[in-house]
């Protein structure tokens, strides 16, 4: 029978499923660590299984303790509300408000928005985290996230949704390719292998994307090509500068410095689908609307030209 579980408890246990060590965990919630272990030692016979698996090297979580931090990261939130809600009364927005984005868009728009979003909102903290559609997805079910920029579709059963821009491909080559020659690329361009088409490595939604629009899926595994892929478009762009090929490029990144003296030409994708649609996605339970919102206003007040804001396609559950 459980005699005790708080909320103190419910946190030691984030901390080091967080951290994999308990001095650290320790360290973060300003105890001692063998108060903190003994704690959770207390908590783990109370409840009669084991929430971590310790060695001498390392501290892993076990599969039902991964089951039990869901709840404990849900319990924490709910707890935060009630807090929020008695400093909603008198700024709805104050606080930390974790962002998740994509590594292909949170370099060139993050600069954008940020010293907007402090000017007009600086009681609110925000919390970038850039990691790949996958793990931040992830990252939102287990409510480590608030909210995340992404350019993938997601199962609207278990999150909200707000459409926020079209984004459109442009096409990246070095300028002395055959590329150079034409006014207009089309899409029977680039399914071709000389158009020698670069793409991240897997994992990154744009690689997907490129491959998709481009018509690549039957391109061979084991070419030049194929094999040649990086973790970043900094990289892509500094291997079509060297002349190594081409590559797709969301129309925010043409912001970047790699624009100017490289020997990089780009082009503009004016055929269908030649673009990619970001969206803001947080879970339904989410309670800090107002915060999301004053956070997507100031996105939309800052975006360039170069994009097409969507607007009153906002998911309603």
């Known amino acids: 029978m459980i005699k005790i ?15 994999k060590h308990f001095g650290k965990a320790a360290e973060r919630c300003f105890i001692s660590q063998p108060t903190l272990s003994g704690q959770i030692k ?24 991964k089951s039990i931090l869901v709840h404990a990261r849900l319990i924490i939130e709910q707890t935060d509300v009630i807090t929020q809600l008695s400093r909603a009364q008198k700024d709805p927005v104050a606080g930390a408000l974790r962002i998740g984005a994509i590594p292909s868009l949170s370099p060139y728009l993050m600069p954008l928005i940020l010293m907007p979003l402090k000017k007009q909102y600086p009681q609110m903290k925000l919390i970038i985290s850039e990691e790949m559609t996958y793990t931040l997805l992830e990252r939102l079910r287990n409510h480590e996230i608030d909210a995340a920029l992404l350019a993938t579709d997601v199962d609207e059963k278990y999150f909200n949704v707000l459409p926020l821009f079209e984004e ?36 990154h939604c744009l690689a997907k994307q490129a491959a998709n ?15 040649l892929r990086a973790s970043s478009l900094e990289t892509l762009l500094q291997l079509v500068g060297a002349g190594f090929g081409t590559t797709i490029i969301p129309a925010l990144a043409m912001r970047g410095s790699w624009t100017r003296g490289n020997g990089i030409v780009t082009q503009k994708l004016k055929f269908k689908n030649a673009y990619r649609r970001i969206s803001l996605v947080f879970r339904k339970s989410y309670p800090r609307k107002q915060a999301l919102k004053a956070f997507t206003e100031i996105i939309f007040s800052n975006l360039p030209n170069t994009v097409k804001p969507i607007t009153g396609k906002q998911n309603k559950n």
């Open 5 to 19: 579980m708080n909320l103190r408890d419910l946190k030691y246990i984030v901390a080091v499923a967080e951290t």
């Open 42 to 65: 207390k908590l783990e016979y109370e409840l009669g299984v084991a929430i971590f698996e310790r060695t001498n090297r390392s501290v892993e979580i076990t599969p039902v303790g």
């Open 168 to 203: 459109p491909f442009w096409l990246a080559y070095p300028s002395k390719h055959r590329f150079c020659k034409k006014e207009e690329i089309t899409r029977h361009d680039l399914e071709t292998d000389d158009a020698e088409l670069l793409l991240l490595s897997d994992g």
């Open 213 to 227: 629009i481009c018509r690549l899926n039957n391109r061979k595994e084991h070419s030049e090509m194929a094999d």
